[in-house]
């Protein structure tokens, strides 16, 4: 049987959904712009150094730091690898390409995530879903046209930095039976911190000034507010019904790029775009759909 939804919980759950799409596009809008000033290793020590600062004092809502027992050391490691992946390479692709290219790669996680899922944790995916992974990808082949020098190292960046949230995402189903939501989120962002310790350069790095330090505050609070809003949204409703607000986050990187930085995406990229968004709406459709025959 389908699962049924409280109708008086969706306006709600797609408040929060909305505040998390806001968090996310407005970190990546002040890290796109702080990427051009500063070193992506200095801004992810800091931004890092400050998201952590901020979990520790909200910790108490959680259950304190007790929540940060595990007994799944070698699981949390694993995870801290694939967010060291997922944000140096999604945020060096970002310093380098129009924000929509970036963002609309990044949604290429939900349709890489099926198919990890059905390869590491055996589950059944039906003929429908399969094609619809694969017309993702074809409309990331329309995107980047390979061979016509589109295809860069950015993009290569922003898909493995996809490929390793989507692993994220698959390793913490593994872990949440076990493991505190507090726990998931707080270990992830150490990884990434330790790297940038140890690449840490004095010659490279810049003071910030005030409109730096407002920007990578602006970053840090921004992933705060993604966090608490996707949290909060699917944790009330079904993701076949919110999933698809997460793509007005391309509509406004569409619109915040061509005001910011004179950025048009060429046809290419919009026809790419649709085809990823139709994509991933429909392998979230389908998997919510719980009493459908498991061949389709």
């Given at each position: 049987?389908?699962?049924?939804?409280?109708?008086?919980?969706?306006?709600r759950a797609a408040a929060w959904l909305l505040l998390g799409v806001a968090g996310g596009l407005g970190l990546d809008l002040c890290a796109k712009e702080i990427l051009a000033t500063y070193s992506l290793v200095q801004f992810i020590l800091l931004r890092s150094l400050i998201a952590?600062?901020?979990?520790?004092?909200?910790?108490?809502?959680?259950?304190?730091?007790?929540?940060?027992?595990?007994?799944?050391?070698?699981?949390h490691v694993l995870?801290?690898?694939?967010?060291?992946?997922?944000?140096?390479?999604?945020?060096?692709?970002?310093?380098?390409?129009?924000?929509?290219d970036a963002l609309t790669l990044g949604y290429t996680a939900p349709l890489i995530m099926t198919a990890l899922s059905a390869v590491f944790l055996g589950d059944e995916i039906g003929w429908r879903r399969w094609l619809a992974v694969g017309l993702g990808f074809i409309g990331v082949l329309v995107m980047l046209r390979p061979g016509r020098g589109e295809f860069s190292f950015a993009a290569i960046a922003v898909l493995i930095a996809a490929f390793?949230?989507?692993?994220?995402?698959?390793?913490?189903?593994?872990?949440?039976?076990?493991?505190?939501?507090?726990?998931?989120?707080?270990?992830v962002v150490v990884g990434p911190l330790i790297?940038?310790?140890?690449?840490?350069?004095?010659?490279?790095?810049?003071?910030?000034?005030v409109s730096g330090w407002a920007l990578i505050l602006g970053a840090a609070v921004?992933?705060?507010?993604?966090?608490?809003?996707?949290?909060?949204?699917?944790?009330?409703?079904?993701?076949?019904?919110?999933?698809?607000?997460?793509?007005l986050a391309l509509v406004a990187g569409a619109i915040a790029g061509f005001l910011i930085w004179d950025e048009v995406p060429d046809r290419w990229v919009v026809v790419g775009a649709i085809v990823i968004m139709a994509s991933g709406v429909f392998v979230v459709y389908r998997s919510s759909l719980q009493n459908v025959d498991v061949r389709e």
């Amino acid at each position: 049987m389908a699962a049924t939804i409280d109708p008086e919980n969706v306006p709600r759950a797609a408040a929060w959904l909305l505040l998390g799409v806001a968090g996310g596009l407005g970190l990546d809008l002040c890290a796109k712009e702080i990427l051009a000033t500063y070193s992506l290793v200095q801004f992810i020590l800091l931004r890092s150094l400050i998201a952590i600062a901020i979990m520790l004092s909200i910790a108490p809502q959680f259950g304190g730091l007790r929540a940060l027992h595990t007994r799944e050391v070698g699981w949390h490691v694993l995870r801290s690898v694939f967010a060291i992946g997922a944000m140096f390479g999604f945020f060096y692709g970002l310093a380098r390409m129009p924000l929509v290219d970036a963002l609309t790669l990044g949604y290429t996680a939900p349709l890489i995530m099926t198919a990890l899922s059905a390869v590491f944790l055996g589950d059944e995916i039906g003929w429908r879903r399969w094609l619809a992974v694969g017309l993702g990808f074809i409309g990331v082949l329309v995107m980047l046209r390979p061979g016509r020098g589109e295809f860069s190292f950015a993009a290569i960046a922003v898909l493995i930095a996809a490929f390793c949230y989507a692993c994220q995402a698959i390793t913490a189903r593994r872990l949440g039976r076990t493991e505190s939501t507090f726990s998931l989120a707080f270990y992830v962002v150490v990884g990434p911190l330790i790297v940038a310790v140890a690449l840490y350069d004095t010659d490279t790095w810049l003071s910030p000034d005030v409109s730096g330090w407002a920007l990578i505050l602006g970053a840090a609070v921004c992933s705060l507010f993604a966090w608490v809003g996707f949290v909060n949204g699917y944790r009330a409703v079904s993701p076949a019904i919110l999933a698809p607000l997460e793509y007005l986050a391309l509509v406004a990187g569409a619109i915040a790029g061509f005001l910011i930085w004179d950025e048009v995406p060429d046809r290419w990229v919009v026809v790419g775009a649709i085809v990823i968004m139709a994509s991933g709406v429909f392998v979230v459709y389908r998997s919510s759909l719980q009493n459908v025959d498991v061949r389709e």
